[in-house]
């Protein structure tokens, strides 16, 4: 069945109504993404809406002073943390506090919840990284970012129609972990009529996140698509998305046999070895990472 565009927009649109009053980005984080957007906002106005929300002063401490940013010496001051991190940085884990929120929605099959999708996030995640770094693609905190969200569909989906999205994973034939024998989206598309690619697009652009994060999310199975200015994070999730797959027990039922396009494969000069090379390094962060920035 193939839907058009246009049934893929309504069927997006009507979910996001549908799911708004619990689908919102609390204040603090829009006010935040415009201040770091706006060129004339300084470390002091950022300074000023954050220290209104305590749980996120304590979250960009963490930030700050966890191994991920390998800082020497503790850094206590929120102004610190800013002028250390950058705006950028900042914006980044306050939309990140944001989504962990939205990854709520308990069990939907015996063997698959929303705690499963956010540590297949948090592996992609992570793999964005290390395969940014690698590269020395200078991405850092957006690849990481980009990775967080890349699907973030599939939770809009859980929250609009959780029997629609369980009729999806059963019809895709196999457990989460284990090798399905059709793409989960595809079984979307009939079930939904859109993917998980359509919605979490639709959700970013609602929510004005800035343009790779909604590329990130609306093209990661079909990253050749993507705008040409979003081209290279688009490649970046998608790799790590084929590699988090490839873990063992990973989320692999919209990447039936893992396999990553070639233009992304070349264009990022992944060759088998370099594979898993960054397989086993993203298992080790896995390992060493709490789970939860
Ligand atoms: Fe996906
Ligand atoms: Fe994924």
Redesign the pocket.
């Known amino acids: 069945m193939t839907v058009t565009q246009e049934q893929r927009e309504q069927v997006v649109a009507s979910a996001l109504r549908e799911i708004s009053h619990i689908a919102t980005l609390p204040q603090v984080t829009l006010k935040i993404i415009e201040l770091v957007e706006d060129p004339s906002s300084t470390a002091q106005d950022l300074h000023e809406v954050i220290s209104n929300d305590p749980a996120l002063c304590s979250r960009i401490l963490k930030v700050v002073n966890s191994s991920f940013y390998g800082l020497p010496g503790q850094i206590a001051s929120i102004n610190r943390a800013i002028v250390m991190l950058g705006l950028n940085a900042v914006k980044n884990i306050a939309i990140a506090a944001s989504l962990a929120k939205l990854f709520r929605g308990g069990e939907l099959t015996p063997v698959f919840g929303a705690k499963d999708l956010w540590d297949?996030?948090n592996a992609?995640a992570i793999g964005c990284k290390l395969i940014s770094d690698r590269l020395s693609m200078g991405l850092g905190d957006e690849a990481y970012l980009a990775g967080l969200i890349?699907?973030i569909g599939i939770m809009i989906e859980m929250q609009y129609d959780r029997t629609n999205l369980i009729d999806a994973i059963g019809k895709c034939g196999a457990s989460p972990e284990g090798e399905p024998t059709v793409d989960l989206c595809t079984t979307e598309e009939e079930v939904f009529g859109a993917n998980h690619m359509d919605f979490g697009r639709g959700l970013c652009e609602k929510w004005k996140f800035p343009a790779p994060f909604a590329a990130a999310a609306g093209f990661?199975h079909n990253p050749t698509a993507a705008p040409s200015e979003c081209m290279k994070i688009v490649y970046v999730v998608h790799a790590a998305?084929v590699l988090?797959?490839s873990l063992e027990g990973g989320?692999k039922l919209?990447?039936p046999g893992q396999k990553m396009c070639k233009e992304v494969r070349d264009e990022l000069k992944i060759s088998d070895e370099m594979f898993d090379d960054l397989l086993k390094a993203l298992q080790e962060s896995i390992d060493e990472s709490s789970h939860d920035m």
Do not use: G, I, K, N
Request: aromatic share 8%.
């Open positions: 297949h996030s992609v890349h699907d990661h998305d988090a797959a989320f919209d990447q």
